[in-house]
């Protein structure tokens, strides 16, 4: 059974940091692309970052330049480090695996295949 298990969110001020990380099992995470979305209050699921199974990285342009997406295959752990951020990035964020064929969750929800419980990340001063 796939489990993604979420972490490290919390409420920071406007421009501080924090690291997410997503622990993975039930499936062998080393041949699976993953990514990173997000989803603010009343507003659909917005897609924010994947790595592919090579390393090679990819990123919102909202989120480009301020958010690093890295993987640990040796802990099937998922990462991301969030810098600089803002109050427009509060959101549930989750750790996904998108349905065969997708593009970067276009169509929301229906693309992701797992994703874990979320973990809250609250921007505010």
């Known amino acids: 059974e796939v489990q993604l298990v979420e972490s490290g969110g919390g409420l920071v001020q406007p421009g501080g940091s924090l690291r997410l990380s997503c622990a993975a099992s039930g499936f062998t995470f080393s041949s699976y692309d993953m990514s990173w979305v997000r989803q603010a209050p009343g507003k659909g699921l917005e897609w924010v970052s994947s790595?592919?199974?090579?390393?090679?990285?990819y990123y919102a342009d909202s989120v480009k330049g301020r958010f690093t997406i890295s993987r640990d295959n040796a802990k099937n752990t998922l990462y991301l480090q969030m810098n600089s951020l803002k109050t427009e990035d509060t959101a549930e964020y989750y750790c996904?695996?998108?349905?065969?064929?997708?593009?970067?969750?276009?169509?929301?929800?229906?693309?992701?295949?797992?994703w874990g419980p979320g973990t809250q990340v609250t921007v505010s001063s």
């Open positions: 790595i592919g199974v090579s390393g090679r990285t």
């Open positions: 996904a695996t998108a349905k065969r064929g997708t593009w970067r969750f276009q169509r929301g929800w229906d693309d992701a295949d797992s």
